[in-house]
């Protein structure tokens, strides 16, 4: 088993986050956030502020520090705050305070008196449904409506119509927002080479680029490093609000600048998950073949339209084999603040409806839900001729099904004294990505090798992957290899989003281990070199040639190197003609309702897994076990509620209910292990995100097995089951 390499660092408190970076002359900014929904600011007062002890600066928008909306190609184009009077959310960003300790910022900030002109706004999913729009295309380019019909068939409703079984259910799932450890923050400060800022981000490349442009600077005078970073899972993926003013601030004040947003500040002024509702209906032969599949979906979005929750597309689109699909993806844009990626986006509210469905139907037609999902197993997404590299979905299930005792389930579930116990389960698929990555290798004269990459790890274990398979790929025990990253002076890794960090640097890893290991052989052989004239192989850390042996460090010292490097850059390339890609896995969870309380508790979960190769099993167990537990806690616990006004009621992690120790059992996970060298050359698919998904379906379908009462909505909570 291998641990992670920085584990130790992190629970002993000695890894540095960017709020840990402290510097002399440092000055501590305060974010001034709305306390409207929607208006204009008319004017802010901000004598007292700027009179309040220590202040060095207040920025407003009357007053603004300088800042530009930087683009890319992954997020588009990320909002800046100060630049503008509008506001369009509650707890949006309208100042910035700056003073000599954190306290006397946050003093001062409570002295801004704001007046605004007030416009009445639109904060529910529910009562802006009727201004639904087509979504704009996405990330991914999906367009809003896709159809895909069987020959003669002339529309979805003809194929529903024609169907002998069909349900149909609307499903609503809540705003949640990322809630990470560590709270975005940022410390900038401004030298003779430029900027450096140490902010945790998912991928401190992209986040100098975004700062460069923010502050209309060079980008080679920008330095981002972040080599831990406290959770992210897609809100970290653009640049911050504190990063953007503390670089901002620094810059006018000419002293370094430390902001933090504050636990309550995290909910409103980052960007969370999307709240949906989402119709879904299923038509089936009584054999539970299905006939047609139609999953029309609306997501609450921002004003700025900033994000689309893909729920359709994310999951209808590719999941079933189906002869007829129709799916429509609408976005409703709201005074709410802004919506982005967080883990699974689409996939994890998108399942939470579908594989609900899927339950009704195997209901519906008095069919094992097992039994419903293979006979629908897919081998190619429909309406795509290319078929999957690789798919086990169907050994998940059988593997599952057997581990977890799924052959013991009755359709009505069963008691345990005063509990009501049921057993559900639900598919999960999360798309094979991986995005273009640069990794540098260096061989030096002590026999160790530095594998770096800018990139970042959030946690997910990419740092420690950067060491397996680099030493796998020189041929040296992990021990020797020192893995790098989080520092945008590295080369870039891109971004650590969307379950592609192993597929992405470890290809990159792989062909600059062997261009490392070319140079060091034409070393070898050269003029005056041991092996002069010498056709040499490697093996072991050793040039071979001749009956004789040398590590690379003896070599190197042989020939007066200090270290030899090269880099090697991999991107997505020819394979996306020849196969669709995806990981696959089987949820399965025993939930527990007590009769007189009707409280729900998972008792019991299970995870079998398709991701291809796993290179580090004690890693790929934790994210995905990390995942399913967020699977419960968006069945059980997660939502953020929105009043009227815009403010939200719980943004405290008090309100903002997660599952705690008491509330998950034990989780077990499991792999069927197929290499996937189709997709990449190490063989490993994305294994980040698809731990969530699927789980709060099975949650949900375990509830209706132990009570018969369908939940259509996640969170439950208590007064559904009474
Ligand atoms: Mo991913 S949405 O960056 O966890």
């Known amino acids: 088993m291998t641990s992670r390499v920085d584990g130790p660092l992190k629970v002993t408190g000695r890894a540095k986050y960017g709020a840990d970076n402290n510097f002399a002359g440092m000055a501590y ?8 929904a929607h208006g204009e600011i008319e004017a802010m007062d901000v004598t007292a502020a700027k009179s309040a002890p220590g202040v060095l600066g207040v920025y407003s928008p009357f007053d603004p520090l300088e800042l530009r909306a930087p683009t890319s190609p992954i997020l588009g184009a990320t909002w800046v705050p100060l630049q503008d009077k509008e506001v369009t959310y509650y707890g949006q960003p309208i100042g910035f305070v700056v003073a000599e300790t954190f306290e006397q910022a946050r003093d001062a900030a409570m002295l801004v008196e704001v007046s ?81 800022v140490y902010s945790g981000n998912q991928g401190s490349d992209l986040q100098a680029a975004d700062l460069a442009a923010a502050l209309d600077t060079d980008l080679s005078s920008v330095h981002a490093v972040n080599p831990f970073v406290g959770g992210a899972f897609g809100g970290k993926g653009r640049t911050s609000v504190p990063a953007f003013l503390a670089a901002a601030a620094a810059r006018v004040l000419d002293r370094p600048v430390k902001a933090a947003l504050t636990r309550e500040q995290v909910f409103t002024a980052t960007a969370g998950r999307a709240a949906t509702v ?3 209906a299923l038509g089936a032969d009584p054999d539970g073949t299905l006939i047609a599949l139609r999953h029309d979906s609306w997501c609450s979005t921002d004003t700025g339209r900033s994000f689309v929750e893909p729920t359709s597309h994310g999951t209808s689109r590719e999941w079933y084999a189906t002869q007829n699909l129709a799916i429509s993806q609408k976005v409703v844009p709201l005074n709410v603040p802004p919506t982005t990626f967080m883990r699974a986006p689409g996939e994890a509210p998108g399942s939470f409806a579908l594989e609900s469905a899927i339950d009704e139907l195997a209901v519906a037609l008095d069919m094992d839900p097992i039994e419903l999902r293979l006979r629908n197993n897919s081998t190619a997404p429909p309406g795509k001729d290319l078929q999957w590299s690789s798919k086990h979905l169907d050994e998940c299930f059988r593997v599952g099904a057997a581990r977890f005792g799924w052959a013991n389930r009755s359709p009505r579930g069963r008691t345990d004294g005063d509990w009501l116990v049921g057993l559900g389960m639900a598919t999960a698929m999360f798309p094979a990505l991986r995005f273009p990555a640069t990794v540098e290798i260096t061989l030096r004269e002590d026999d160790t090798a530095v594998v770096a990459t800018s990139g970042a790890d959030p946690g997910t274990g990419l740092l420690t992957v950067l060491s397996l398979v680099g030493a796998e790929s020189l041929d040296i025990p992990p021990e020797r290899v020192t893995p790098r990253l989080g520092d945008s002076a590295f080369p870039p890794g891109g971004m650590s989003g969307g379950s592609t960090g192993t597929a992405s640097a470890g290809t990159a890893i792989m062909i600059a281990a062997a261009k490392v290991l070319d140079d060091l052989a034409a070393l070898a052989s050269s003029p005056g070199a041991p092996f002069e004239g010498m056709e040499v192989s490697y093996a072991d850390g050793r040039v071979l040639a001749g009956g004789r042996a040398m590590t690379f460090g003896e070599l190197l010292r042989a020939v007066d190197h200090a270290s030899i490097s090269a880099t090697g850059s991999s991107a997505p390339g020819e394979e996306l003609t020849k196969h669709s890609f995806s990981s696959f896995g089987a949820q399965f969870c025993e939930v527990r309702v007590h009769r007189w309380t009707r409280e729900a508790r998972v008792s019991r979960m299970l995870g079998v897994f398709d991701a291809g190769r796993i290179i580090n099993e004690k890693a790929a167990r934790s994210q995905l076990s990390g995942g399913m537990i967020w699977g419960v806690s968006a069945a059980l616990h997660e939502g953020l509620e929105i009043e009227a006004n815009g403010r939200p009621a719980n943004a405290d992690l008090a309100g903002y209910l997660l599952p705690v120790n008491a509330d998950i059992p034990d989780v077990e996970v499991h792999f069927v292990e197929y290499p996937d060298t189709l997709h990449n050359a190490v063989g490993a698919r994305g294994l980040g995100e698809i731990g969530t998904v699927g789980m709060a379906a099975a949650v949900a379908n375990a509830v209706h097995n132990a009570t018969g009462i369908r939940v259509r909505h996640i969170p439950i909570v208590i007064e559904d089951l009474l």
């Open 278 to 280: 989402q119709t879904i």
């Open 29 to 36: 900014g305060y974010v001034v956030l709305s306390t409207i």
């Open 116 to 196: 605004y002109h007030r416009r009445p706004a639109l904060t529910s999913l529910r009562d802006g449904l009727a201004s639904a729009e087509d979504a704009p295309p996405t990330a991914r380019q999906e367009p809003a409506s896709l159809e895909v019909l069987a020959p003669g068939v002339e529309s979805i409703e003809d194929a529903l119509a024609a169907s002998p079984v069909v349900v149909e259910a609307t499903y609503t799932t809540a705003t949640q927002n990322h809630a990470a450890m560590e709270p975005h923050s940022a410390v900038a400060v401004w030298g003779p080479d430029g900027l450096t």
